[in-house]
């Protein structure tokens, strides 16, 4: 996966504006113009296309673990990027684990909605240094799954919405109620003058 790829997911599942992404930005102390944010979410084929480095999406990452977590008590106002890294999907893992506040068990349910399972012991080897013996290479197939599964817990409809869309489709299939009497087909009606029913005389054909 690209890094434009996972930050349009985030931008997604997280349902948030292109002003919004810029903002989070500015919590580590890290600019960038609206337009260039813009240009980040454009689909590659788009001549305003512009690749969002391992900076960038560095950036937004501890931006967004700031934002739904906050500033860390032991750290200054002064959060910057440190120096450019190579990013990995380990590290993308990570960072989205730590910004959504999950636990293994809560990484685990979200793999499993996407329709994929791996075992605690072997999500753990995602997140161990590189030096471990046990560490093991998130490949994009597993990050794709938790990004899924993210967006399957974050943007699924309620169950106050979804009782209200089946209350709208219900009266919406419901048989309308008939106003006023019911109209007989012509053919039966009577004539009520007279209480004398009347009949079609037939009709004469000339030759």
């Not at 700031?66 to 450019?84: L, M, Y």
């Amino acid at each position: 996966m690209t890094n434009n790829d996972i930050l349009r997911r985030l931008r997604y599942i997280l349902n948030i504006k292109d002003t919004k992404i810029t903002k989070i930005l500015s919590l580590v102390n890290y600019q960038a113009p609206l337009p260039r944010v813009v240009s980040w979410l454009k689909k590659e084929e788009n001549e305003d296309f512009t690749e969002c480095t391992d900076k960038d999406l560095i950036a937004f990452l501890d931006g967004l673990i700031i934002e739904k977590r906050g500033k860390r008590e032991d750290s200054n106002n002064s959060h910057k990027v440190q120096a450019p890294i190579r990013l990995n999907n380990n590290l993308v893992f990570l960072k989205l684990k730590i910004a959504f506040n999950l636990k293994s068990d809560d990484v685990l349910e979200l793999l499993s909605m996407a329709n994929y399972k791996i075992s605690s012991s072997e999500l753990s080897a995602f997140f161990r240094k590189k030096t471990h013996r046990h560490y093991r290479v998130c490949k994009d197939q597993i990050l794709r799954k938790f990004l899924k599964g993210l967006q399957l817990k974050y943007t699924m409809p309620t169950e106050s919405s979804n009782q209200q869309v089946t209350k709208v489709e219900s009266r919406q299939s419901a048989p309308k109620k008939l106003e006023g009497t019911l109209r007989m087909p012509a053919k039966n009606r009577v004539n009520t003058i007279g209480n004398q029913p009347t009949t079609k005389k037939p009709k004469k054909f000339s030759w």
